[in-house]
């Protein structure tokens, strides 16, 4: 359940919710996304958390813009987080720019007053970390430009049901 666990040699078991936070690099440049597996069948809370966080990050992806500020950016997701009665457990910003580096400057993040312009390239991550449960993330990248933003990540954003 934390945003940025680090690896183990733990072996999963049956009903492990698994974050896969992975990208690569291509001429200098950095990819990031992150999608959520269940070892075996999720439970109806697994469900439910997933299905408000892929919610709010579809929500946030539809409606940022060129102009928009980065804490306005960060609340769409936030907002929908919070009236679903998870807001505590939205502990991270929405999303950070990318390009050279992984995570760099703009930060989507509540109270930015930074503004997106033509052609920034950012992650769009919402989450929800239930301590001592599971977490929830899913991570996609978007470039801003005036006609809307272009998704730059092709994978399904569906919940990855393992055999274990």
């Known amino acids: 359940a934390l945003p ?3 690896s183990s ?12 936070d992975c990208g ?10 992150t999608r959520v597996g269940v070892a075996g069948e999720p439970t109806d809370e697994v ?3 997933y299905s408000i966080v892929l919610r709010a990050e579809e929500t946030a992806i539809e409606k940022i813009s060129i102009g928009m500020n980065c804490g ?17 457990y939205f502990t991270h910003r929405l999303g950070h720019g990318i390009g050279l580096e992984v995570h760099e400057p703009p930060y ?8 997106l312009g033509e052609g920034m390239c950012h992650s769009i991550e919402p989450g929800i970390y239930l301590e001592g449960k599971f977490g929830i993330r899913i991570e996609d990248l978007v470039c801003i430009h005036e006609a809307g933003p272009e998704i730059l ?12």
């Open 4 to 6: 940025h666990a680090g």
């Open 9 to 20: 040699t733990r072996e999963l078991k049956k009903d492990d919710v698994v974050l896969m």
């Open 24 to 33: 690569c690099a291509l001429d200098g440049y950095n990819t990031d996304m």
């Open 47 to 49: 469900e439910r958390v």
């Open 72 to 88: 306005t950016a960060d609340g769409i997701s936030r907002r929908i987080i919070e009236d679903e009665g998870y807001g505590d």
């Open 108 to 115: 989507l993040v509540r109270g930015s007053t930074q503004i």
């Open 153 to 164: 990540t092709f994978s399904p954003r569906n919940l990855i049901l393992m055999d274990i």
